[in-house]
Antibody
């Protein structure tokens, strides 16, 4: 059974940092592109970042470019999102999702999400 | 504001058919596949429709997708109480060079 379990969320002050993790199981993690998608309070889903299967090609939404870094450890079946210079508008539930076809927003499995709150 | 425009809400009674629209442009819906997701807050989003009108295994045939020009639609027939959720369309945007989601439609089953 495919499972994606996010962790690492919490309360952080503006300007602070946080690293999210997504532990994958039930499939060959190293064969899939992986994505982060967030949902801000009262708003919809927004794509954040993606990483190809071997970790060589990153992609970011303009709103997080230069502040967030996506990475993966295929030996540990884990996806990461390093979030720096956090702002109030980064407050959201962050989901990791498995990509079906490269960059495309087709995600066949999602995690339950981890809440990030940026507030003083 | 989202690149893709969806009505913020929709509603219907059990057994009815409901349609949710998703409007875009030539740089997104007009030239790329559309995907639909169902999201019950507090749970993992679920893929409902892929490549405009394809249903993954396990998704009931009450759900159907279509696309015409720069717009797409999700139809739900035989509405059931468990269909109450938020629904999102998504596609690739050539101008932004990235995936985009619609703002979401909250479906209420009366």
């Amino acid at each position: 059974e495919v499972q994606l379990v996010e962790s690492g969320g919490g309360l952080v002050q503006p300007g602070g940092s946080l690293r999210l993790s997504c532990a994958a199981s039930g499939f060959t993690f190293s064969s899939y592109w992986m994505h982060w998608v967030r949902q801000t309070p009262g708003k919809g889903l927004v794509w954040v970042s993606r990483l190809n299967s071997d970790g060589s090609r990153e992609g970011y939404a303009d709103s997080v470019k230069g502040r967030f870094t996506i990475s993966r450890d295929n030996a540990k079946n884990t996806l990461y999102l390093q979030m720096n210079s956090l702002r109030a508008e980064d407050t959201a539930v962050y989901y990791c999702a498995r990509g079906v076809y490269g960059d495309y927003p087709e995600f066949d499995y999602w995690g339950q999400g981890t809440l990030v709150t940026v507030s003083s | 504001q989202s690149v893709l425009t969806q009505p913020p809400s929709a509603s219907g009674t059990p057994g009815q058919r409901v349609t949710i629209s998703c409007s875009g442009s030539s740089s997104n819906i007009g030239s790329n596949y559309v995907f639909w997701y169902q999201h019950v807050p507090g749970t993992a989003p679920k893929r409902l429709i892929y490549r405009n009108n394809q249903r993954p295994s396990g998704v009931p045939d009450r759900f159907s997708g279509s696309k015409s020009g720069t717009s797409a639609s999700l139809a739900i027939s035989g509405l059931r109480s468990e269909d109450e959720a938020d629904y999102y369309c998504a596609t690739w945007d050539d101008s932004l060079s990235g995936p985009v989601f619609g703002g979401g439609t909250k479906l209420t089953v009366l």
